[in-house]
């Protein structure tokens, strides 16, 4: 089977400037980039406050997941990145609220500085194989909102 790749630009999240999509399918993994707490129309973040930031974040995914009709049982990997280590209960107490076990593998680390300033960021990797085990993953895509290479 041919891996393809396909490129998807959120309609739904903020249209950033920087160089990247939003999503990237590759066979029957998916790949998003790194979603902070912005507020997805104006691009700002939506509170200094890092709950309120991960709250919007989770949201952030929650809404991309949405678009291209998956949800959060599709995530098999995550990874979370801190400005401060300070805030890692308050970060996994809203993280933990997304997801029902069995949870996805998660590696958190502390950074020096992340976009906007913002205190939280995350990026994850999607098992695209199955719906509920119904049917193959490529029917969850918008045909208008991907971008095949």
Not at 85 to 105: H, K, L, M, W
């Amino acid at each position: 089977m041919k891996n393809t790749t396909n490129y998807h630009f959120s309609q739904t999240l903020f249209a950033s400037s920087a160089p990247f999509p939003h999503f990237v399918r590759h066979g029957e993994l998916g790949f998003t980039a790194g979603i902070i707490g912005q507020d997805r129309k104006h691009g700002q973040l939506v509170s200094d406050d890092v709950e309120q930031q991960c709250e919007a974040m989770m949201g952030n995914l929650g809404a991309l997941q949405e678009e291209l009709n998956l949800n959060f049982t599709h995530v098999v990997k995550t990874t979370i990145y801190l400005r401060s280590y300070e805030d890692f209960e308050t970060i996994n107490r809203v993280y933990g609220s997304c997801f029902a076990a069995p949870y996805p593998v998660r590696t958190t680390l502390a950074v020096a500085a992340l976009p906007l300033d913002a205190g939280v960021q995350i990026d994850a990797v999607l098992d695209l194989s199955h719906n509920g085990g119904t049917a193959p993953w490529v029917h969850y895509f918008p045909l208008d909102a991907l971008v095949e290479v």
